[in-house]
């Protein structure tokens, strides 16, 4: 049976870190408004950071997302110093789709929250094994229609969070037209950055996408949303790697970003 390397690489990316070198080689082989960070509590003093205890008390945790396993990002958030961009001020946006809070945040904390599928009755037991190539594709495209998103937590002092958060929306209007980033050594290209609507939770937030259609797959799309709870933000980037490959739409987990924000008020 021939198996599509491209196809392997996606569903390896999907039950990891969300990695700019898995992600990007898939294609080759606030108001309540996104981008609006004006803020509706801008004059306020800022409150002094949380602590990293605090912050894991906040996060989500497995029974919060219903329909979920909420648990640790596997893998593990790289260090901020090992993903880069060759424009500097595309960082932010690139540091995102990887879970790494933009700034210099005092603490954080990090979840990773998969969809759980239900099972379908009319499924029949076929092992993978026994399917011809197109087939084993659309059932493997069907596994893993399912939202992956990790969730990051950073706490700031002063104004840390407004600046964080300014620092992502700058850079979404500032790389629209795409740039080049590298992880550990690994290197990859998007073509495309914009904005989209964003949750309408906390006090001001940016939601955005970016793609890479270099290869022969097309557009593959990620998703992210970063929105500041007062002196912390919350950064989130969702994956579904079964919707990329049938060019299905989907955005950011809407259960993962209420169940987060609830916990956050």
């Given at each position: 049976m021939?198996?599509?390397?491209?196809?392997?690489?996606?569903?390896?990316?999907?039950?990891?870190?969300?990695?700019?070198?898995?992600?990007?080689?898939?294609?080759?082989?606030?108001?309540?408004?996104?981008?609006?960070?004006?803020?509706?509590?801008?004059?306020?003093?800022?409150?002094?950071?949380?602590?990293?205890?605090?912050?894991?008390?906040?996060?989500?945790a497995q029974?919060?997302?219903?329909?979920?396993?909420?648990?640790?990002?596997?893998?593990?958030?790289?260090?901020?110093?090992?993903?880069?961009?060759?424009?500097?001020?595309?960082?932010?946006?690139?540091?995102?789709?990887?879970?790494?809070?933009?700034?210099?945040?005092?603490?954080?904390?990090?979840?990773?929250?998969?969809?759980?599928?239900?099972?379908?009755?009319?499924?029949?037991?076929?092992?993978?094994?026994?399917?011809?190539s197109g087939e084993f594709e659309d059932a493997l495209n069907k596994s893993m229609d399912l939202d992956v998103t990790v969730v990051t937590l950073a706490s700031y002092d002063g104004d840390g969070a407004e600046q964080g958060l300014k620092s992502v929306s700058d850079a979404v209007k500032a790389c629209a037209g795409g740039f080049a980033g590298e992880q550990d050594g690994e290197k990859g290209k998007f073509t495309k950055v914009a904005e989209e609507k964003s949750s309408g939770t906390g006090d001001e937030s940016v939601a955005f996408t970016a793609v890479n259609d270099a290869g022969k797959d097309g557009a593959l799309p990620l998703h992210a949303e970063v929105v500041r709870h007062g002196n912390t933000l919350a950064v989130y980037t969702t994956i579904n790697i079964g919707a990329m490959m049938t060019k299905k739409a989907y955005t950011v987990s809407a259960p993962v970003v209420k169940a987060q924000a609830a916990k956050l008020k």
């Open positions: 021939k198996r599509s390397s491209g196809v392997r690489l996606c569903a390896t990316a999907a039950v990891s870190a969300l990695s700019l070198a898995l992600i990007t080689g898939c294609s080759d082989g606030g108001s309540k408004d996104s981008g609006d960070t004006s803020g509706k509590d801008g004059s306020k003093p800022a409150a002094k950071a949380l602590s990293a205890a605090e912050l894991k008390k906040l996060i989500i029974g919060d997302v219903p329909g979920h396993k909420v648990g640790a990002v596997e893998g593990g958030i790289p260090d901020k110093s090992k993903v880069t961009s060759e424009d500097a001020k595309c960082e932010p946006v690139l540091r995102a789709f990887t879970g790494i809070a933009p700034g210099d945040p005092a603490a954080h904390t990090d979840r990773m929250a998969t969809e759980e599928k239900k099972k379908d009755p009319t499924d029949d037991a076929t092992s993978l094994d026994d399917l011809e």
